[in-house]
Nanobody, 127 residues
Framework: QVQLVESGGGLVQAGGSLRLSCAAS????????IGWFRRAPGQEPEFVAA????????YYGDSVKGRFTISRDHAGNTVYLQMNSLKPEDTAAYFC????????????????????WGQGTQVTVSS
């Protein structure tokens, strides 16, 4: 069992930056693959980024490539999502998630592959 807590959301103007954090309750958090998803009102969840726990490989959704960066702190207890050049269409609730078992590279983009979720943090980008 792992508990995830997101923070760092807020209101920002278009072109601005925010850094989201995802903290975990387990000391072995650095071994987990972590994904970030977002959900805008009335829309399906969208894959944003993922970070492998062992190899450190990163993956990004097409809409955020080149603007967002996922990383993990040195102690491995927190995963960050640095969001630059924000656009109004980035407005959504952002969630971090962890799988409860093995997850293939091809499955990283699918919310149903993740068993643990945080409560979410709201990001609002004004035009």
């Amino acid at each position: 069992q792992v508990q995830l807590v997101e923070s760092g959301g807020g209101l920002v103007q278009a072109g601005g930056s925010l850094r989201l954090s995802c903290a975990a309750s387990r000391r072995t958090f650095n071994m987990y693959t972590i994904g970030w998803f977002r959900r805008a009102p009335g829309q399906e969840p969208e894959f944003v980024a993922a970070l492998r726990g062992r190899g450190g490989e990163t993956y990004y959704g097409d809409s955020v490539k080149g603007r967002f960066t996922i990383s993990r702190d040195h102690a491995g207890n927190t995963v960050y999502l640095q969001m630059n050049s924000l656009k109004p269409e980035d407005t959504a609730a952002y969630f971090c998630a962890a799988p409860d078992g093995f997850i293939s590279d091809d499955s990283l983009q699918y919310p149903h592959e993740y068993g643990y979720w945080g409560q979410g943090t709201q990001v609002t980008v004004s035009s």
